[in-house]
């Protein structure tokens, strides 16, 4: 079994900063890619930034440029550095891994939410 834990959320105003981590535990073997997505109320999940075990990184055209994301394989944790938040980026933050091989290894965190508001 694999546990996949977010922390890092919170109350910021525009323009600030904050840094989702999110460290994965128990039987993991293969290769993963980690990652980042988010919902808003009403929206749909989507995809913020990923990263593969080699360091290849993709975001979503909404971030790019303001948010970072990184990985330390010896540790299973995967962080998302956001800076200059924008009221649009409120939303619940999952963490999520996923085998590059067999589909049905695909491990989600409970989520953690992350308000943009003054």
């Known amino acids: 079994q694999v546990q996949v834990v977010e922390s890092g959320g919170g109350l910021v105003q525009p323009g600030g900063s904050l840094r989702l981590s999110c460290a994965a535990s128990?039987?993991?073997?293969?290769?993963?890619?980690m990652g980042w997505y988010r919902q808003a109320p009403g929206k749909q999940r989507e995809l913020v930034a990923s990263i593969s075990s080699s360091g290849g990184t993709n975001y979503a055209n909404s971030v790019k440029g303001r948010f970072t994301i990184s990985r330390d394989n010896a540790k299973n944790t995967v962080y998302l550095q956001m800076n200059t938040l924008k009221p649009e980026d409120t939303a619940v933050y999952y963490c999520?891994?996923?085998?590059?091989?067999?589909?049905?290894?695909?491990?989600w965190g409970q989520g953690t939410q992350v308000t943009v508001s003054s």
């Open positions: 999520n891994l996923r085998n590059i091989l067999i589909s049905s290894l695909d491990y």
């Open positions: 128990g039987s993991i073997s293969g290769i993963y890619v």
